[in-house]
């Protein structure tokens, strides 16, 4: 299953080393990971999504994490309500000739094009994971000559669901 | 150039020389206690070996004759002395040569403080001579490292690697230090100031409510069991899991590194568990129905196949590392706490005493029906009887380390450790090489005890150059070779799992262990018959001096009983003869 997990860490040399290196010494596939600093200096945060076999190995994942000198707080977060971002920059193949009609598929995604050139297109996709996968299906046809991810970023959203509001949802399904 | 071959030199008067970043080092270690450090000097450290010998009051220095010694010798004086162990060695070479007892240490959870000399910073990432990624090799086989950037930051990194490395579940801390930094000019003092590690606050105290769901669960046990780890040693809570074992009337059994914890002559105690351990232990551990754990990580030599390891009990598990707890086993009752505190607070919990003698009786009856067993030929010297008579010949009383092996299991099984602290062995790891070097570091510990490093013959030539310092100090380690010829471990599964395919495992070719230890001006005996093992080893072991014991015993000999790889507790076989 596929989880969602933040850390906010001491923004000291290897600290990014220590935390891929430990995943791959337990044996944790990352699918991706983003890092950025925050709102206080010297700290930063990971954002996770990681591939788990099942809950007791997620929960050894967690608290080898927080076992980490550098770590300051793990969250998985999957299960609450987030906004999980990522972006994503795609060249497609686009001569003149069907300019228009790539248009008409990025306005809806909210997509940008933010470079043309004669035969190709540079389109800029922010969203969920589904929504550039399902951007990416529908120019793939085009032809795609180079994309870049930048990975998952999530926040938990300011207003959590309580047990009366239903269950807690996720945008990454299990 | 005079060079004085004498344990201590005399010194140069010291001149009026300008006070460096080694300075500062020498400070912070003095600010940390330190008296006894062990290493191995090298280009890289020049400036650090330097300040050390300028220091005053001298720090007592122990110049191993290869890094691993000096790693493994720390290990040793960290096991036993409860005190971190403090390790120098150069950079390239000198810091990789330190990586298996590093690792060692990792997993066996003992404090060690280790430095490392690094290139200077402005050639670091450009491969200089004798340049290698100590923080990046380490980093998987330490609780935490740092590399030196600053040389103001030099005090508080040393000050955090203490703390860190004897708090919480002790282990091993690596500061790589440059040689700029070492070796610039800095005028001022500097302390540490306090410590502040927002990432690292671990948890000492028990949750109350963990605590009262143990006893109740211990109250209504029929066949409740304690197992023994490591942990409590570390912790210093032998008293402590001894009045709570009595209280209940707990039968008790132990990990191979919790021996001593619980006292082996006591009536409750079954014996060390797992792929060597006693019929009656592992039993004990099929059968029950509430496990409580104390400080031991459910190794996979101790539960066998997980299938059938406790199959219907309760776990209960007391440990100050919470990755440990649920790591390998679903735990029902966690515990996250120092030993000692957890088990205050169970004493202090009030509760029935549950009646629990048919449980008991049963397994008298497994104890009385299936122990530990060997045959004795008239003759020929039998390891396990071997391990016995040291045993007789030192009361019980003597400190023991060991490597990896057939030797080790011998000794686990029958030296009976009656005290804590008296066993030095590689358990996690399992490093041969350990238990010579370690042996030394366990005398330096306590310079009144017999120290008697068990050892095979394999893993004596791993790190036997260290007799060198047995000869400089005049250490009076008894180094004991169990002398099977072979590395009798890896011959007993080559007979048992290869049909007795003898690959790479008999060593016919062996140096003349008396005239090795004569060379470094040790002395060395042979032992070949029971008649003279009776005769002369109580003197021997006895002896103020350091002794090599060559004593060939019969190579064939195996342990037993013993769990096959992948099978479970109730599978043993070799239980009874």
């Not at chain 2, 030196?148 to 919480?168: C, H, L, N, S, W």
């Not at chain 2, 299938?307 to 209960?316: D, K, L, N, R, Y």
């Not at chain 2, 008999?506 to 230890?517: E, M, N, R, S």
Request: hydrophobic share 40%; proline share 6%; glycine share 8%.
């Amino acid at each position: 299953m596929k989880r969602i997990i933040t850390a906010t860490v001491q923004n000291r040399s290897g600290v990014l080393n220590r935390i891929t290196g430990l995943m791959q010494k337990r044996q944790f596939n990352i699918d991706s990971i983003s890092v950025g600093k925050t709102e206080v200096e010297q700290i930063s945060r990971m954002t996770f999504v990681v591939e788990v076999e099942d809950m007791q190995k997620l929960e050894q994942l967690t608290k080898q994490l927080h076992k980490q000198i550098d770590v300051l707080k793990v969250a998985d977060i999957t299960e609450n309500a987030i906004v999980a971002r990522e972006l994503a920059l795609v060249k497609v193949v686009c001569p003149p000739a069907s300019r228009n009609e790539l248009q008409s598929i990025i306005a809806p995604f909210r997509a940008s094009a933010v470079d043309i050139s004669k035969d190709s297109m540079i389109v800029q996709v922010t969203g969920d994971t589904d929504k550039i996968e399902a951007f990416l299906e529908l120019v793939r046809p085009y032809g795609i000559k180079e994309l870049s991810r930048t990975g998952v970023t999530a926040f938990l959203r300011g207003h959590q669901p309580q047990a009366a509001d239903g269950n807690t949802y996720s945008l990454i399904t299990n | 150039m005079k060079v004085k071959a004498q344990a201590v030199q005399e010194r140069k008067p010291a001149a009026k020389t300008p006070k460096t970043g080694a300075d500062l080092f020498v400070e912070a270690l003095q600010a940390a206690g330190v008296d006894t450090i062990f290493g191995y000097p090298g280009g890289a450290v020049l400036p650090i070996y330097d300040a050390l010998y300028r220091a005053e009051p001298r720090f007592q220095h122990i110049l191993t004759r290869h890094e691993q010694g000096a790693i493994h010798a720390a290990e040793g004086y960290a096991r036993v002395s409860g005190k971190p162990g403090v390790v120098i060695a150069t950079s390239g070479p000198g810091a990789t040569n330190l990586i298996t007892g590093i690792a060692d240490a990792m997993m066996d959870s003992l404090p060690l403080v280790v430095f490392t000399g690094q290139v200077g910073r402005s050639v670091i990432g450009t491969d200089a001579f004798q340049e290698s990624d100590v923080i990046g090799i380490t980093t998987p086989i330490t609780k935490h490292n740092y590399q030196v950037q600053k040389q103001e930051d030099m005090p508080r990194i040393i000050k955090e690697a203490f703390y860190i490395a004897t708090t919480g579940r002790p282990g091993p801390v690596v500061i790589d230090i440059p040689k700029d930094i070492s070796g610039e000019a800095y005028e001022s003092s500097l302390d540490g100031g306090d410590v502040h590690l927002p990432g690292y606050q671990p948890t000492t105290k028990p949750n109350s409510n963990q605590i009262k769901k143990l006893t109740q669960a211990i109250v209504e046990a029929k066949r409740p069991i304690l197992l023994t780890g490591a942990g409590i040693l570390h912790a210093k809570a032998s008293e402590e899991v001894r009045a709570f074992a009595k209280r209940y009337q707990l039968p008790v059994t132990s990990t191979l590194l919790g021996l001593g914890a619980y006292p082996a002559s006591d009536d409750q105690f079954l014996g060390m568990a797992g792929m060597h351990g006693t019929y009656a232990a592992n039993r004990a551990l099929y059968e029950c129905d509430l496990l409580i754990n104390v400080g031991a990580r459910f190794d996979d030599r101790l539960t066998g196949h997980l299938e059938h390891f406790a199959p219907q009990a309760t776990i209960a598990h007391i440990d100050i590392d919470p990755a440990e707890i649920g790591k390998i086993i679903p735990t029902a009752i966690p515990v996250v706490a120092d030993a000692k505190a957890a088990l205050q607070a169970l004493q202090e919990a009030e509760a029935a005493i549950p009646d629990i003698q048919p449980w008991r009786d049963h397994l008298q009856q497994y104890k009385l029906e299936f122990p530990l067993w060997f045959n004795n030929p008239v003759q020929d010297l039998i390891p396990q009887w071997v391990m016995q008579a040291v045993h007789k010949a030192t009361n019980g009383n003597a400190i023991i380390t060991t490597d990896v092996g057939q030797h080790q299991m011998w000794a686990a099984q029958y030296y009976g450790f009656d005290q804590p602290d008296r066993w030095v062995t590689s358990g996690g790891l399992g490093t041969m090489g350990f238990g010579f070097p370690a042996a030394i570091g366990a005398q330096l510990a306590s310079p009144d005890s017999t120290v008697i490093s068990v050892v095979g013959d394999g893993g004596f030539q791993m790190t036997m150059q260290e007799l060198s310092v047995l000869q400089e100090r005049k250490l009076p380690v008894k180094v004991l070779i169990v002398n099977n010829q072979s590395l009798g471990m890896v011959r007993q599964w080559q007979e048992f799992f290869y049909q007795e395919r003898y690959s790479e495992s008999l060593l016919d070719v062996q140096p003349d262990f008396i005239k090795l230890a004569d060379s470094y001006n040790v002395k060395g005996v042979r032992l070949e018959t029971q008649e003279q093992l009776v005769a002369e080893l109580p003197a021997l072991l006895q002896s103020k001096e350091p002794v090599v014991i060559d004593c060939r015993v019969l190579r064939q000999e195996n342990v037993f009983p013993m769990i096959a790889p992948g099978k479970g507790l109730h599978e043993m076989i070799g239980v009874s003869r």
